[in-house]
């Protein structure tokens, strides 16, 4: 229990997938504009990472090992990350208009997103068992929206103050990152 | 051919389009792995391998109209088939011969699939341009790239460790140590340039020098045109 | 209905050409990735022997059997007498799992011993590595020998039971194979 608490805790403050590992900052500097954008893409994202990192897992153990493919799993990964966005995307479409209006335009920047591979292959070099599997699974998604919306909540409010022009857009948002890099840092002293 | 096209073809990776730091393309490696300036040129050379022969492929396969019919209906799949395949070729050549390499850029070598890079070339140049020109192309955005990182890197590691690490695989052992500016400074290096916040503050005050030239670039060729009108 | 049918088939070919592909490279590199590995275990080895790469003809046999990994067969090089045997092996103490490397002389008796790690516990094997066990030079089986009461008596069943599990493995299949 300790153990994935320890996994969990660790994945969502201290090597957190944007400001630590540094996966999907393409969406965080894109996204993180908009506190309702980055709300719809964060939740997205953790359905996607969940979902992708148990299908993932499994056919890497039950189907890969046994043939002894592992070699293949980066491109088997990202097939079939693809094929279950799409899935997805069609099922949320066909049942649910009004949640496919909230997150249908983030599903198809999903696929690119590093941090779904990343997380699939984490937890096969890690050797993660089902349950921590799940338990960095679910971690990594909700730090990556808990940090983009602090995020997004910040540069809102940066919109209205007079940034010198040469640090306007990227720049600042980046110097803005290091500062949230800076307090996320200090979590590890916890552990 | 033309040679001019082709020149200019190829260099506008390197400045006009740089993929990092005009277009904003691969910033998760760029920051993560470029702590020292070994990883950088490591990852450069994984990179220009699959995106000349990523580039070339999907050129090949689009560029005959009868091929081209086959492969439009399912091109992302396709794409994804072919940009893969050749991401884990490198993989499985650089644990092979790259080892201790192999083990520091860990995740990125594999996510090299999911590089923005990779794919925008593919779809906006490749896919209907002749494969040599394709290749160019490729060539031109990865050593853009590459550039690109090893510029952050130098930052980084000068900064954060006080060495130069060019190359420190196998045999090889080219290391600049610079520690003597240190010792002459009597102070240490900065350790924050070694860690992630280094990473984005090093990023965010190039993209910043680089919007400060191309602003007063614009500024003198606005007063130019307005002198001219005069 | 028969457009869909073309591009399956266009996936298809493609999928079985990059297969293809990837197990030939495959082929030519998994002999060299295997070759860094043995020889980042044999620098482990060298606790033990510290020429074992210039002196000895080393093999890894893979069991997975009664919490014995593998088994690293050291024979003379260019000769086909078995010198010794390093024996990876993991078994659960208090709470964790010990994993550590037993070396085994020709005549039985332990050459030395390291230990690896303790499952998850950081620094805890470190510890391990300073208690003597006096197992050095005894017979691997001797259970008399064996000194549980050194400090760590969470762990030293877990030790004890590396210690069985390697003697036991001799017993039923002579040294190394």
Known sequence: ?191 | MDFKAVRENFFKGFVKENPLFVTVLGTCPALAITTKVENAVGMGIALFFVLILSNLLVSLVTFRPKLRALVMPVRIPVYIVLIATLVVITEMLMEAFLQPLYVTLGVFIPLIVVNCIIFGRAEAYASDHKPLESMVDGAGMALGYTMAIILISLFREILGAGTITIWAQGNANVVLDLHFIYDFLGIAPIDMFAKPVGAFVTYGLILAVIAAVSNAKAEKAKIAAAGVKK | MKKGLTSGLVLLVLGLIAGLLLGVVNAVTAPIIAQNELREKLTALEVFYPDIKTAYDVTEVVVGENGIESIFVLKAKGTDTIVAAVYGVAQMGYKSEVSMLIAVRANGSVEGYAFIGTGGTEGLGLVLNDIDFGMTDAPVGDETSFDAVAGASVTSGGVLACFEAVAARIAAEGLGV
């Open chain 1, 1 to 191: 229990m300790t153990n994935l608490l320890t996994i969990a805790f660790t994945a969502f403050f201290i090597e957190n997938v944007l400001l630590y590992q540094f996966l999907g900052i393409c969406s965080f500097i894109g996204v993180g504009k908009k506190r309702s954008s980055s709300l719809g893409m964060g939740l997205a994202v953790v359905v996607t990472i969940i979902l992708a990192g148990m299908a993932t897992w499994a056919i890497y153990r039950y189907v890969m090992e046994p043939l002894e493919i592992g070699y293949m799993k980066t491109i088997v990964f990202i097939l079939v990350i693809a094929a279950l966005v799409q899935m997805m995307e069609t099922i949320i479409k066909k049942f649910s208009p009004a949640l496919y209006k909230a997150l249908g335009i983030y599903l198809p920047l999903i696929t690119t997103n590093c941090a779904v591979l990343g997380v699939a292959i984490t937890n096969i070099t890690r050797d993660y068992s089902f349950a921590e599997m799940l338990v960095y699974s679910a971690a990594i998604p909700l730090g990556y929206l808990f940090v983009m919306y602090i995020y997004a909540i910040i540069r809102e409010k940066l919109e209205l103050n007079p940034v010198p022009k040469a640090f306007r857009g990227v720049p600042i948002a980046m110097i803005l990152a290091a500062l949230l890099a800076i307090i996320f840092s200090r979590f590890g002293g916890l552990i």
